[in-house]
DNA sequence: AATGAAACGTTAAGATC
DNA sequence: GATCTTAACGTTTCATT
């Protein structure tokens, strides 16, 4: 992770192409933006380097493999700390971790801290994860979900 | 797309590693799952044809490429329709697909009807999101931000 | 004009499919 | 075998002197 320079309309071009198809060739990439395959090549290792590109994905569709229930899911954390323990925010960071349903999860304004998005199986599934896991784990106060009904977009493609 | 089977220990454990590299080669990925990389490529053709696997992508790491805010934004939509418009839903759903600061949009279940996850350069950007284009939308009646103070689990990885 | 840096294309060998 | 990746090398461009 080299320093980061602005981006100009090549590369912005070749980021177009990689976020739609991470696997498309240098030789085609280069036809669609103008270069040649060694030059778009160049580039890309700059955006690695850079930590532009942060990595390239195979992208699973939740519902082929099972998965068909998402959820939104608002968490709201213990705030005092007992002494001898480790403290609310750190433990529970930690364990988002390691749950795998939790593809998502950030601390954020409002009433509550934390926001997740969860994806299981079914809603026995989901019920298991709160009750047993989530509702469990001593950092946690009280928690709010919202479920998702329908799917409107999904892109892993930043707005560059 | 094809038809969808069950999902072997030999698929599961491909897909766990082309979920964390995309472009690992069939060579590897069949050395760490204990298959010649022609079998390896045989199984994610048949992944691919039957929608298991989605699309290949490069992931952009959006603080690299000037994308510093985050929000969750909920909407509520008018519910009535003038009669001679088309209905709220469907035109909110349409204009969501236009807006690249919407990078995530489902239909949810609670007092809102729709949660979306926005990202942009910062507050000012978001502020002309907001009061631009969402709240200037004629099926939008209502919307309430939460920013993301922190990002602590972004996974494209689906729990298989 | 001369210089150096940055970026490009061509080529060819090696890796991968 | 065909395609794709990658490194080497020579060339072009452009800002600076």
Redo the contacts between chains.
């Keep these: 992770m080299t320093e ?1 320079q602005a ?1 100009d309309k090549l590369d912005k071009a070749i ?1 177009r192409r ?6 498309e060739t240098y030789d085609l990439v280069g036809e669609q933006v103008g270069l040649s395959a060694s030059a778009v090549l160049r580039r890309v290792k700059r955006l690695e380097e ?13 519902e ?2 099972g ?1 068909g229930l ?1 959820a ?1 899911l608002n968490v709201r954390l213990e705030k005092h700390t007992e002494s001898h323990k480790r403290n609310p925010m750190d433990l529970f ?1 930690a364990s ?2 390691t749950w ?11 009433e ?1 801290d ?2 997740l998005r969860v ?2 199986r079914d809603m026995a599934h989901y019920s298991r994860f709160i009750m047993d896991t989530l509702l469990k784990h001593p950092s946690v106060e009280d928690c709010k ?16």
Tied chains: 1, 2.
């Design positions: 980061l981006l980021l990689l976020q739609h198809n991470g696997r850079a930590g532009v590109i942060d990595r390239y994905v195979a992208l699973v569709k939740p082929a493999v998965l998402t939104y960071r988002v971790q795998p349903e939790v593809v998502e999860c950030a601390a954020v304004t409002g509550m934390y926001m994806v299981v979900t919202s479920f998702v009904l329908d799917q409107v977009k999904v892109t892993t493609v930043m707005p560059v």
